[in-house]
Nanobody
Framework: QVQLVESGGGLVQPGESLRLSCAAS????????VGWFRQIPGKEREGVAC????????YYADSVQGRFTISRDLAKNTVYLEVNNLKPEDTAVYYC???????????????????WGQGTQVTVSS
């Protein structure tokens, strides 16, 4: 059974950091792209970053460039999103998603992704 499980969210103050994890089971991430998305209630789910596990190439949305870092540990079948210098506007439920990809670059388009996790809440507040 294909499953993605996010963890690492929480309540933090502005300027602090978190590391979100996306653990995969039922399949190997080696030939998949993994994307991180976030959603605020009442708004569209937006992509923030993705990584192509076959070659390690990554892509970031302009809104998080320089603050968020996506990485992978294929031995642990896990992708991470390091979120630094958090701002109140980063408050959202963060989801990871995966789709098969060999070669080419990943993209943060929701329609590309077939498998989704259940999400982890990140709240940034003083």
């Amino acid at each position: 059974q294909v499953q993605l499980v996010e963890s690492g969210g929480g309540l933090v103050q502005p300027g602090e950091s978190l590391r979100l994890s996306c653990a995969a089971s039922g399949f190997k991430l080696d030939y998949y792209a993994v994307g991180w998305f976030r959603q605020i209630p009442g708004k569209e789910r937006e992509g923030v970053a993705c990584i192509s596990n076959s070659d390690g190439n990554s892509y970031y949305a302009d809104s998080v460039q320089g603050r968020f870092t996506i990485s992978r540990d294929l031995a642990k079948n896990t992708v991470y999103l390091e979120v630094n210098n958090l701002k109140p506007e980063d408050t959202a439920v963060y989801y990871c998603a995966a789709h098969f990809l060999i070669g080419g670059r990943c993209a943060i388009s929701r329609a590309d992704y077939a498998s989704w996790g259940q999400g982890t809440q990140v709240t940034v507040s003083s």
